[in-house]
């Protein structure tokens, strides 16, 4: 089975600084895509960013980005210049090719003005 | 597009009633699911459709639970009788097979309160 870990349940950050969460994972396949979501308090899911695992090469979506290491198993979230609207629950995720998708437990991200 | 569309967005029922969630996936996808998240347990998968059809509802906590796919712009998730463990909120996602990362995108969110 698959499972998601985030060993992080809340993380604080200063705005304008950069932050990193953690996410590790448990899987016996070699083709899956991992993803990161963000919940604000208005409930809905929005993707923050994406990794298929076939692909080295870390994503980056503007101030978000990704350090994939398989070997390892890992997949952290790094938000540089942190905004207040950056606060939200952080969720990362794990789906095989045509499966089901995992989530982990959740980082709880707070962004001090 | 107008997304992943789920109604109601709050429901408040008492213990023993039925509720009925809807969900209407985007169109043209071919993949819906059904989450529970609950502050203890998280987001747990409740049942996957591919085409309308259950692929997998292992997650379906008891039989008080159903969901089904008439169609593929309609979803319902059931739950006669209800009870106050049921209360969370319940999302709707769909997907696209080939489309790019076998995103999922969700609804907003159902709110369910069981008194």
């Known amino acids: 089975a698959q499972t998601v870990t985030q060993s992080q349940p809340e993380m604080s950050v200063q705005e304008a600084e950069t932050v990193t969460l953690s996410c590790t994972y448990d899987?016996?396949?070699?083709?899956?895509?991992l993803f990161w979501y963000k919940q604000p308090p208005s409930r809905q899911m929005i993707l923050v960013i994406r990794?298929?695992?076939?692909?080295?090469q870390n994503a980056t979506e503007n101030r978000f980005s990704v350090n994939f290491q398989k070997a390892a198993k890992s997949f952290s979230l790094k938000i540089s210049d942190s905004q207040l609207g950056d606060a939200a629950m952080y969720f990362c995720a794990y789906r095989r090719r045509w499966n089901d998708m995992r989530f982990g437990a959740g980082t709880r991200l707070t962004v001090k003005p | 597009d107008a997304g992943v569309i789920q109604s109601p967005r709050h429901e408040v029922t008492e213990m023993g009633q039925e509720v009925t969630l809807r969900c209407k996936p985007i169109?043209?996808?071919?993949?819906l699911f059904w989450y529970r998240q609950t502050m203890m347990r998280g987001l747990e998968l409740l049942i996957y459709f591919n085409n309308n059809v259950p692929i997998d509802d292992s997650g379906m906590p008891e039989d008080r639970f159903s969901a089904k796919m008439p169609n593929a712009s309609f979803s319902n998730l059931k739950i006669q009788p209800s009870e106050p463990r049921d209360s969370a909120v319940y999302f709707c996602?769909?997907?696209?097979?080939?489309?790019?990362?076998?995103?999922?995108?969700f609804g907003p969110g159902t709110r369910l309160t069981v008194l």
């Open positions: 169109s043209g996808h071919d993949y």
């Open positions: 990794q298929e695992a076939y692909k080295q």
């Open positions: 899987t016996s396949e070699s083709d899956y895509y």
């Open positions: 996602a769909s997907s696209l097979v080939g489309g790019s990362f076998n995103e999922q995108f």
